[in-house]
């Protein structure tokens, strides 16, 4: 395996060269330069010295995405500690079993956690620091206490004249096998798995992004943080590549909805974006189609003579809607709707659509905008090499395999778990079924434990129920499951827009029912749909925004 560079060698380096740019800003809140992160760095590493925390020990993380997050990650990492990010979305006994699990002594939250989480939950943490401004909510020990009520003081004797570059060092890991994080895939009691990351998935994931994005990003250059920190998309791809690249990173530390999102677009200009499906396609189907929709631009779309220029139109607009600076749209987390990736593809918009897992920190497979093929989700990642568990790879759809610089080192306390998921070989079973075309294009069909079998032993991969269904009149989203051996369609309707049109209860189910009419014709036999259900709240997610699937079996 090839000699790996230090990771916190490189954030040391980052923060030394950029060190009066501005790094990290809470919309509508503080802005953080480099070098007021490599002070604040400094203060936590005080904190953890002088409260008795060693080397390989575990501190968790669990807020909303702010610049104080970030700065008490790069902390954990840079003292040599192993970090735990937790997703804040996480109800709190999910919260309290990672905490325990983890063996975390320490733990940061934001303020929404905070009121939530029972400490005494937690027996074995020493102490619950407040995000906002690291001040204890909890401390268990003496040490801890002492070192945050004299942290100002302690700062003031290491640095009595000031801090500058030269006083910026960090712990440099022994090789990229050492450990770095534990990401939980979820936070559920027997679902939930602690991928350990090491210091090598950390850089390659840094090192891809470099080779594809480093010449079109520049240093200063603005990103927006829409993605959870938490989980390993957002981290890597909004958050590490970005400060070690030396760009200025707008955390949405509110609920980002598609309005909130659309403004800070509008006025940061981000760069590059980096996003789920459901936020681009709540930001198309609400800002984009409404504009277009009618009968005059579909026949001026029908023309091939003034077509070309429509789309072109549509494209800037589009572009405009995402803030009108950005080099590309980079989607990932979950399965593209086809009508809006036929959409974009047809008006030529910059986008792209990249494949991973929390088990590969996360990247696998990536293409440019430029060369990026619809339906697809790129080809294998520098550093990674893909092929699929079937006989013939481009026709038959078999297990999606993956092994590389990115893969994790396995699941904490679970070797179990472990044995199934990575064999002697180094390949890390994605569970996503898929193909590959002879140019390395990899199709994913679905997952694995997702495939539904027909009456006759047919395989029926739901999600490609569920891309036609959300195209219908009214549907949000959609989860098809099976009933003894009929299928149902549990939806999530649009019900602003029912409220709007002043539509009944009596009238949605009617529009439901024609929805089901509409999908059967265009599905076989085995595939058709017996019913659907109405939810009216949304569906709950992953940190991927994917469907929790078992809790609507």
Known sequence: MQEIPSFNALIEKSIIDNWDRDALTDYKGQTLQFHDVARKIEKIHILFENSGIQKGDKIALCGRNSSQWAVAFLATLTFGAIAVPILHEFMPDQIHNIVNHSDARLLFVGDH??????????????????????????????????????????????????????????????????MAMINYTSGTTGFSKGVMVPYRALWSNYDFACDVLGKTINPGDNIISILPMAHMYGMAFEFIFEFLHGCHTFYLNRIPSPAIIAQSFAEVKPKIIIAVPLVIEKIIRKKVFPKIQNNRMRLLLSMPVISKKVREAI???????????????????????????????????????????????????????????????????????????????ANVPGEILTRGLNVMLGYYKNEEATRETLDSEGWYHT?????????????????????????????????????????????????????????????????????????????????????????????????KISEIEIYEEEFEKTPKKSIKRFLYK
């Open 113 to 178: 956690v905070a009121t939530t989480i029972d400490p005494l939950q937690m027996p074995h943490l020493e102490g619950i620091i407040n995000n906002p401004d690291y001040s204890l909510l909890i401390s268990r020990t003496d040490k801890l206490t002492y070192a945050r009520e004299h942290l100002n003081e302690l700062y003031g004797k290491k640095f009595p004249k000031y801090f500058r570059k030269e006083h910026v060092h960090y712990y440099k890991e022994a090789n990229g096998e050492e």
């Open 315 to 393: 494209c800037q607009e589009v572009v405009k809607a995402f803030g009108g600076n950005m080099y590309e749209v980079i989607i990932g987390g979950a399965a593209f709707n086809q009508e809006v990736e036929q959409f974009l593809k047809r008006i030529d918009f910059p986008y792209t659509v990249g494949y991973g897992a929390t088990e590969c920190a996360p990247i696998i497979c990536y293409a440019d905008w430029h060369n990026f093929v619809p339906g697809s989700c790129g080809r294998a990642a520098l550093h990674m090499e893909v092929k699929i568990d079937s006989p013939d790879p």
């Open 431 to 527: 569970g996503d079924l898929g193909t590959m075309d002879y140019q390395g294009n990899v199709f994913i069909n679905g997952r694995s434990k997702n495939m539904l079998l027909g009456p006759n032993g047919q395989n029926i991969y739901p999600e490609e129920i569920e891309d036609k269904l959300n195209s219908l009149t009214l549907v949000v989203e959609s989860i098809v499951v099976q009933r003894d051996t009929k299928l149902v369609a549990l939806v999530h309707p649009d019900l602003d827009e029912a409220k709007n049109m002043s539509f009944t209860n009596e009238d949605l189910k009617n529009i439901m029912e024609q929805n089901r009419e509409t999908l059967n014709q265009s599905l076989p036999a085995y595939e």
